[in-house]
C-alpha cells in the first residue's frame, strides 16, 4: 500500500498506522490489515471500474444486516476512492475456528436474520454477485423474481460467452411450469446472498459476523442452499437453523434450484470448469 493512502486513511480514523500486512482469501479485491496503536481495521483496495459501486453496495449491504439486529456485521468506517482506487474500510474483526456452539449460534442467528420480512421480492438497490451484477428489481411473486432476475439473466451470460448453448438452456416458461408446484406460500426473508463458508467469521469471544454480502429479499433456502454448496457447514448448524425454520417435502429439491443460480454465476465469472455441475442440474430438472 502507498504511503498517501496511509496518510489519508491515518487523518480518516485519527490515529497513526503502525503496521500494514496483507490479508488473503477474498478474491476480488486486494485486502489488508491495518493497525494502529490501539485498534485493527480490515481495508479492502480494487482499481477496477466497478469497484466503487462493489464498495458502495458491500457497505450498504452490511448495513441493512446490521439494523436487522439478528447478526452482527463489521461496522464501516469509510467508503470512498482514494487516487484511482477506490477502498472499503472496516472494523477489523479478530476471528477463530468455530466450536459447535458457534456453528449453533450461527444458525439461530441466520434463522433470526430470515424472519425479516418485506412486502415484496428484491430490493432498492442492484447490487453485485462476486463482481457480477445482481438485479434486485422488485418482482411481484417469488417465482417471477427468481426467474426473471436471478436465473435468465445467469443463463443469458453463459450463452453469450459461449459457456453453455442455447439448446441446453430451458425457456422462462419451461423453468415457470417447473416451479409451479415447488414454490408454494414463500414470504420475502432478508438474505445473506452469498453465505459460502469465506463469508462468516466468528470472532475470538464467539460472536457470529457476517461479512461481504449480496442482499436481497427472497426466499430463505437461497441462503442455506449456497452453504451447502462446497460440502456444507456443521451439522449443528443446521440442526440450530431448522429448530427455528421448518423444510418440507421439496427443500432438497428447491436447494437444488438456488444452487443453480450459484453454479451459472461460478461457470460466468470462473468458466467451464462449472459446465460439468450445471449440466447435471439442467438435465435433471428440464
Ligand atoms: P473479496 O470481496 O475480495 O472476496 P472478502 O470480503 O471476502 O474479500 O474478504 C477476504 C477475506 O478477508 C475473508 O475471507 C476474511 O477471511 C477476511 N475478512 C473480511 N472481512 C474482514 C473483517 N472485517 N475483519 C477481519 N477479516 C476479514
Same mark, same amino acid.
Given at each position: 500500500m502507498n504511503n498517501d493512502l496511509k496518510i489519508h486513511l491515518s487523518h480518516i480514523l485519527k490515529e497513526s498506522i503502525t503496521v500494514v500486512s496483507p490479508v488473503h482469501g477474498g478474491d476480488i479485491s486486494s485486502a489488508y490489515k491495518v493497525k494502529t496503536s490501539n485498534n485493527s481495521y480490515f481495508l479492502k483496495l480494487n482499481s477496477s471500474t466497478n469497484a466503487a459501486k462493489m464498495f458502495q453496495t458491500e457497505a450498504y449491504g452490511l448495513q441493512i444486516i446490521n439494523e436487522a439486529n439478528t447478526i452482527k456485521t463489521p461496522k464501516v468506517l469509510a467508503c470512498d476512492i482514494f487516487q484511482n482506487s477506490s477502498f472499503l474500510l472496516m472494523e477489523f474483526i479478530e476471528s477463530k475456528l468455530p466450536s459447535s456452539r458457534d456453528y449453533i449460534n450461527l444458525g439461530n442467528q441466520l434463522a433470526q436474520l430470515h424472519?425479516? /420480512? %418485506? +412486502?415484496? &421480492?428484491?430490493?432498492d438497490h442492484d447490487n453485485f454477485i462476486g463482481s457480477l451484477p445482481q438485479s434486485n @428489481?422488485?418482482?411481484? /411473486?417469488w417465482t417471477d423474481f427468481y426467474i426473471t432476475e436471478r436465473l435468465v439473466p445467469q443463463l443469458e451470460l453463459a450463452i453469450q460467452k459461449q459457456l453453455?448453448? @442455447? !439448446? *441446453?438452456c430451458p425457456s422462462a416458461q419451461n423453468i415457470k411450469d417447473f416451479l409451479k408446484s415447488l414454490f408454494k406460500d414463500i414470504k420475502p426473508a432478508l438474505l #445473506?446472498? +452469498?453465505?459460502?463458508?469465506?463469508n462468516y467469521l466468528i470472532s475470538k469471544n464467539g460472536v457470529p459476523y457476517l461479512i461481504d454480502p449480496a442482499v !436481497? &429479499?427472497? #426466499? #430463505? *433456502?437461497v441462503d442455506i442452499a449456497m452453504t451447502k454448496l462446497?460440502?456444507? &457447514? +456443521?451439522a449443528t448448524f443446521y440442526d440450530a437453523y431448522y429448530s427455528n425454520l421448518k423444510r418440507d417435502e421439496n427443500t432438497s429439491t428447491r436447494i437444488e434450484i438456488y444452487q443453480l443460480y450459484y453454479l451459472l454465476v461460478h461457470l460466468n465469472l470462473?468458466?467451464? %470448469? !462449472?459446465y460439468g455441475s450445471v449440466s447435471t442440474i439442467l438435465k435433471k430438472y428440464f
Amino acid at each position: 500500500m502507498n504511503n498517501d493512502l496511509k496518510i489519508h486513511l491515518s487523518h480518516i480514523l485519527k490515529e497513526s498506522i503502525t503496521v500494514v500486512s496483507p490479508v488473503h482469501g477474498g478474491d476480488i479485491s486486494s485486502a489488508y490489515k491495518v493497525k494502529t496503536s490501539n485498534n485493527s481495521y480490515f481495508l479492502k483496495l480494487n482499481s477496477s471500474t466497478n469497484a466503487a459501486k462493489m464498495f458502495q453496495t458491500e457497505a450498504y449491504g452490511l448495513q441493512i444486516i446490521n439494523e436487522a439486529n439478528t447478526i452482527k456485521t463489521p461496522k464501516v468506517l469509510a467508503c470512498d476512492i482514494f487516487q484511482n482506487s477506490s477502498f472499503l474500510l472496516m472494523e477489523f474483526i479478530e476471528s477463530k475456528l468455530p466450536s459447535s456452539r458457534d456453528y449453533i449460534n450461527l444458525g439461530n442467528q441466520l434463522a433470526q436474520l430470515h424472519q425479516c /420480512t %418485506s +412486502d415484496k &421480492f428484491g430490493l432498492d438497490h442492484d447490487n453485485f454477485i462476486g463482481s457480477l451484477p445482481q438485479s434486485n @428489481k422488485p418482482n411481484r /411473486t417469488w417465482t417471477d423474481f427468481y426467474i426473471t432476475e436471478r436465473l435468465v439473466p445467469q443463463l443469458e451470460l453463459a450463452i453469450q460467452k459461449q459457456l453453455l448453448s @442455447k !439448446y *441446453e438452456c430451458p425457456s422462462a416458461q419451461n423453468i415457470k411450469d417447473f416451479l409451479k408446484s415447488l414454490f408454494k406460500d414463500i414470504k420475502p426473508a432478508l438474505l #445473506h446472498g +452469498d453465505l459460502w463458508s469465506g463469508n462468516y467469521l466468528i470472532s475470538k469471544n464467539g460472536v457470529p459476523y457476517l461479512i461481504d454480502p449480496a442482499v !436481497y &429479499f427472497g #426466499h #430463505h *433456502e437461497v441462503d442455506i442452499a449456497m452453504t451447502k454448496l462446497f460440502g456444507g &457447514f +456443521d451439522a449443528t448448524f443446521y440442526d440450530a437453523y431448522y429448530s427455528n425454520l421448518k423444510r418440507d417435502e421439496n427443500t432438497s429439491t428447491r436447494i437444488e434450484i438456488y444452487q443453480l443460480y450459484y453454479l451459472l454465476v461460478h461457470l460466468n465469472l470462473f468458466g467451464s %470448469s !462449472y459446465y460439468g455441475s450445471v449440466s447435471t442440474i439442467l438435465k435433471k430438472y428440464f
